[in-house]
């Protein structure tokens, strides 16, 4: 999971809570995302939120600045994976397909 910076001496524990939540938050997410982009999925509700470039609270630009992270690097990072775990998902899907036979 994605951990932010909680060893700052200022934080107080409910602010440190906090960021823990929207934290969990973004990994939440980050997985659905993944999970829509391997299907396909292009217009998944967690792909629309992913891709938004919405300042609102709760919005992944929102979050990512809430935790001290830029964006754009973890929708970078974010692609890569997604990437990653397509190939994985195509690769079995075929497997899965040609067992049927």
Same mark, same amino acid.
């Given at each position: 999971?994605?951990?932010?910076? /909680?060893?700052? $001496? ?8 906090? /960021?823990?939540? !929207? %934290?969990?938050? /973004? ?21 629309? !939120?992913? !891709? &938004?470039?919405?300042?609102? $609270?709760? %919005? ?10 830029? $964006? ?13 775990? !397509?190939?994985?998902?195509?690769? *079995? *899907?075929?497997?899965?397909? &040609?067992?049927?036979?």
């Amino acid at each position: 999971m994605i951990q932010p910076e /909680l060893d700052e $001496p200022t934080l107080d524990n409910q602010t440190k809570a906090c /960021l823990r939540l !929207w %934290s969990a938050v /973004l990994h939440r997410g980050l997985v659905d995302a993944a999970k829509a982009f391997a299907k396909g999925d292009q217009h998944a509700e967690a792909l629309v !939120w992913f !891709w &938004s470039d919405s300042q609102t $609270p709760g %919005s992944f630009c929102w979050i990512c600045d809430a935790l001290g992270y830029d $964006p754009d690097a973890v929708r970078g990072y974010a692609r890569m994976k997604f990437r990653e775990l !397509w190939q994985r998902y195509r690769h *079995e *899907e075929k497997k899965s397909d &040609s067992s049927d036979t």
